[in-house]
């Protein structure tokens, strides 16, 4: 179901055609010097058709790398990839490329600028951290700006410039973001959305009162996907988040497991906006050679505000649904204190399965001063083999028959002064002692599997909680609360392969819950050629 490969780059939508270029290495599963850009197309998303790579290591400004970019349509729908070359000295510096032909809707060839390179790192910016361009987005006054991620010793910043013609480029004075201790500010994105809480997308250059702005960037000391939502000020070229979480501790993450340098783009077909990840390997880099291959792009999501106007809302898009095949139900089912499910009748190794929980009073719940844990600590050490009140429940992805393998993806109610919070993880670390037997994703002890989680608030007056799991093999993201919450999960399991594998409902809490509705339908192969 996904893409294997590396880091996705510039995807778009062009005359009826989805694209997607991404960072690739075609001499080994390992990043290398001769990197590439990878060029694959669709026409819904879902089955793809590899083209030849449109950019190849060949002169002075990038012979040592075609790294990561962007894609911007300028009007007249012509297509620009800006991308980060490294050249001759191992500086990074960025580029232009154009389509050879602009009426082949498969754009498989490209021209690149002989005015390159249009940036070369400004005064006090580390000359191997000044990468990854934004698409760019046009003002009121008719100039381009975008946005470089870069960094001075250990702080990162998203440098703003702006352009009347898209080739000439002038640094602005202050960045448009900047903080300390992050490291490079790798793969920003910057974006409207609606504060209507409407899942339509908004194109990139829109700036009116109807939208707020996401700024999203990779912290590369943090390996996760931050992100602001705030007021753009274009007159002033200032953004103001409504909350810093560097300073507050609000922290907004994309996705709180294996998923990094992602990139959204504006689909104007469907009027929305896609965001794509990548999620690198957990097993070794032998395994990698072995396979051939190393890194998958996640399913495509759609994102948009919630109604809240606090955070962003992510969803796999509605195109994955055509891979679902034979489905099964469960509706109505109490599930006692230490009790399990199997979810029957599907190939549980590529599986799409939603479940919504009605939950007991949550007066009930247990303590727990939010202040003084982490939910990575409430994840992974003994919290998660005791068992709880409300909770842990959940599903038991990629498990064996005897569930010697499995990996769970589990909700954890808790009381706090004033409001009721909720503990979701994704943990093939171990699992609750539901036997004697000490439980992993897999057997293997050369893996890493570190556990997931976060913990958010719930509405008392709402009695029920939903998740909804893609796995695929390797690969689980989960999406709790409708999409508020993700967690992405590499899994190598060595019992629970294909056929073999089993998909469990399970409840560990003292106080039952009650599996509402449950829906799982085995998936069908996407195509490749």
Not at 98 to 108: Q, T
Not at 380 to 390: H, L, N, P, T, V
Not at 400 to 427: G, K, V, W
Request: with cysteine; net charge negative; glycine share 6%.
């Amino acid at each position: 179901m996904e893409i294997a490969d590396l880091i996705v780059t510039g995807p778009m939508y062009y005359k009826g055609v989805y694209h997607f270029f991404y960072q690739h290495n075609p001499y080994a599963p390992t990043f290398g010097r001769h990197m590439v850009w990878g060029h694959s197309v669709s026409y819904d998303l879902i089955n793809w058709i590899h083209l030849n790579h449109i950019l190849e290591p060949s002169e002075s400004y990038d012979i040592n790398g075609c790294y990561s970019g962007s894609i911007t349509t300028l009007p007249g729908e012509k297509p620009v990839i800006m991308y980060t070359g490294s050249d001759t000295n191992k500086h990074q510096i960025q580029n232009l490329a154009m389509p050879k032909n602009l009426s082949d809707p498969f754009l498989r060839e490209w021209v690149k600028d002989p005015q390159n390179p249009i940036m070369i790192p400004p005064s006090g910016i580390d000359v191997e951290g000044f990468r990854d361009p934004t698409t760019a987005w046009q003002g009121g006054d008719g100039k381009w700006r975008v946005i470089i991620g870069a960094k001075t010793g250990d702080d990162g910043k998203a440098l703003l410039y702006h352009s009347d013609d898209f080739v000439n480029w002038k640094l602005h004075p202050n960045p448009l973001y900047a903080s300390d201790n992050t490291g490079m500010f790798e793969c920003p994105d910057f974006f409207p959305v609606h504060i209507s809480g409407s899942k339509s997308g908004v194109d990139t250059s829109i700036q009116n009162s109807s939208v707020k702005h996401v700024l999203k960037m990779s912290y590369q000391n943090k390996q996760l996907e931050y992100y602001f939502l705030g007021e753009y000020f274009p007159d002033q070229e200032k953004f103001i988040p409504d909350a810093d979480w560097a300073r507050t501790g609000l922290d907004l993450i994309l996705d709180h497991g294996m998923f990094y340098a992602s990139k959204s783009f504006f689909d104007n077909a469907k009027k929305r906006r896609i965001l794509w990840g990548w999620s690198k390997e957990c097993d070794t880099t032998q395994d990698d050679y072995e396979k051939g291959w190393a890194g998958l792009q996640s399913i495509p999501r759609q994102v948009w505000l919630d109604k809240s106007g606090k955070w962003l809302m992510q969803w796999p898009i509605e195109e994955v649904e055509k891979l679902r095949d034979k489905q099964v139900s469960i509706t109505g089912e109490k599930l006692i204190g230490g009790s399990t499910i199997e979810v029957s009748g599907i190939t549980a190794s590529q599986v799409d399965v939603e479940v919504l929980f009605e939950l007991p009073e949550l007066e009930n719940a247990e303590w727990l001063d939010e202040s003084e844990v982490d939910s990575h600590l409430l994840c992974s050490e003994e919290y998660a083999s005791r068992s709880g009140i409300i909770g842990p429940f959940g599903l038991l992805a990629l498990a064996s028959e005897d569930q010697t393998e499995h990996t769970a993806i589990f909700f954890r109610i808790y009381r706090a002064p004033n409001r009721y919070l909720c503990l979701m993880c994704s943990d093939q670390s171990r699992l609750f002692l539901l036997s004697s037997l000490f439980n992993l994703s897999s057997l293997r002890q050369d893996l890493d599997k570190t556990p997931y989680g976060t913990i958010f608030d719930i509405d008392p007056n709402v009695k029920t909680i939903s998740l909804r799991s893609l796995i695929d093999r390797s690969i689980i993201e989960s999406f709790g609360e409708k999409g508020r919450i993700c967690i992405t999960s590499r899994v190598y399991p060595s019992l629970a392969i294909d056929k073999d594998a089993h998909l469990y409902v399970f409840n560990n809490g003292s106080q039952s819950v009650v599996i509402s509705e449950l829906n799982a339908w085995s998936m069908k192969e996407a195509e490749f050629s």
